[in-house]
């Protein structure tokens, strides 16, 4: 049973910075390109950005290119994201999931709330 459990998402001021992780089973984790995803209220998910099955290449979206950083470790099966100069619009629910074709069964997410 897949299972797609994130962490770490919390209340940050701007500028601020945090560190999400995904912890996966279920699966064969090292197969796969991974990716973030966010859903903000009343949007549609998004995804943030992707890392590669075992080069570990990314690839990211515009607005957090340059603050954002996707990394993976197979041993532990669990992939990381970590964001700096955190803004406002960074406010999301974020997901882990695959990149391609995405598990149809999502974990719950992790709140992440940039405010002052």
């Known amino acids: 049973q897949v299972q797609l459990v994130e962490s770490g998402g919390e209340l940050v001021q701007p500028g601020g910075s945090l560190r999400l992780a995904c912890a996966t089973s279920g699966f064969t984790f090292s197969y796969y390109p991974m990716a973030w995803y966010r859903q903000a209220l009343g949007k549609e998910r998004e995804l943030v950005g992707s890392i590669s099955s075992s080069v570990g290449s990314t690839a990211y979206v515009d607005s957090v290119k340059g603050r954002f950083t996707i990394s993976r470790d197979n041993a532990k099966n669990t992939m990381y994201l970590q964001m700096n100069s955190l803004k406002l619009e960074d406010t999301a629910v974020y997901y882990c999931?695959?990149?391609?074709?995405?598990?149809?069964?999502w974990g719950q997410g992790t709140q992440v709330t940039v405010s002052s």
């Open positions: 999931n695959k990149e391609d074709q995405p598990f149809f069964t």
